[in-house]
T-cell receptor, first 114, second 107 residues
């Protein structure tokens, strides 16, 4: 299994540009989520999905859109990038198990918005 | 919203024990987690504790949970340089993470 994969690993955007961060998992997990990691602030939940066709907002959803057309894929769209969206983005997936919602994380996408 | 708080830095000498502390406010969390993040990588689950337990031991790791004070700690015995990383606590209700404690192990 490849686990959780994210592309690209690095991206530089100009203010106002749009882009999509890709996330895929091959573990047949129902639950997927997107976080951003900023220094001193830990991980903050952007959006999550409990299954194909179902998405919901997390703690910091503004400026981001998601969709979940398949179990495997959960792309994150930045509609009009802003410097405040400079961050490291992590996608995660999970299934309820002995450890509750143990999450498996992708390697991250480092995004810089100029 | 509910908060999960951790101190940001901890430095220990190789061979000493490390204790990383975390406080949380949502008492309805069923599970509490410790994740480890190595440089340039995503987070990996290190261990977890069910909310009806007060201690869990897993090799060099000991997790203590004080539900009354909403305090969680992670003790790493015989800390090694390979343990240098950022450690995050998280609670299961909203999957809310602390800011992470950067552990530095000095030889």
């Amino acid at each position: 299994n490849a686990g959780v994969t994210q592309t690209p690993k690095f991206q530089v955007l100009k203010t106002g540009q749009s882009m999509t961060l890709q996330c895929a998992q091959d573990m047949n997990h129902e639950y997927m989520s997107w976080y951003r990691q900023d220094p001193g602030m830990g991980l903050r939940l952007i959006h999550y999905s409990v299954g194909a066709g179902i998405t919901d907002q997390g703690e910091v959803p503004n400026g981001y859109n998601v969709s979940r057309s398949t179990t495997e894929d959960f792309p994150l769209r930045l509609l009009s990038a802003a410097p405040s969206q400079t961050s490291v983005y992590f996608c995660a997936s999970s299934y309820p198990g002995q450890g509750g919602h143990e999450q498996f994380f992708g390697p991250g996408t480092r995004l810089t918005v100029l | 919203g509910e908060d999960v708080e951790q101190s940001l830095f901890l430095s220990v000498r190789e061979g000493d024990s490390s204790v990383i502390n975390c406080t949380y406010t949502d008492s309805s969390s069923t599970y509490l987690y410790w994740y480890k993040q190595e440089p340039g990588a995503g987070l990996q689950l290190l261990t977890y504790i069910f909310s009806n337990m007060d201690m869990k031991q897993d090799q060099r790791l000991t997790v203590l949970l004080n539900k009354k004070d909403k305090h969680l700690s992670l003790r790493i015995a015989d800390t090694q340089t390979g343990d240098s990383a950022i450690y995050f606590c998280a609670e299961s209700i909203d999957m809310r993470f602390g800011a992470g404690t950067r552990l530095t192990v000095k030889p």
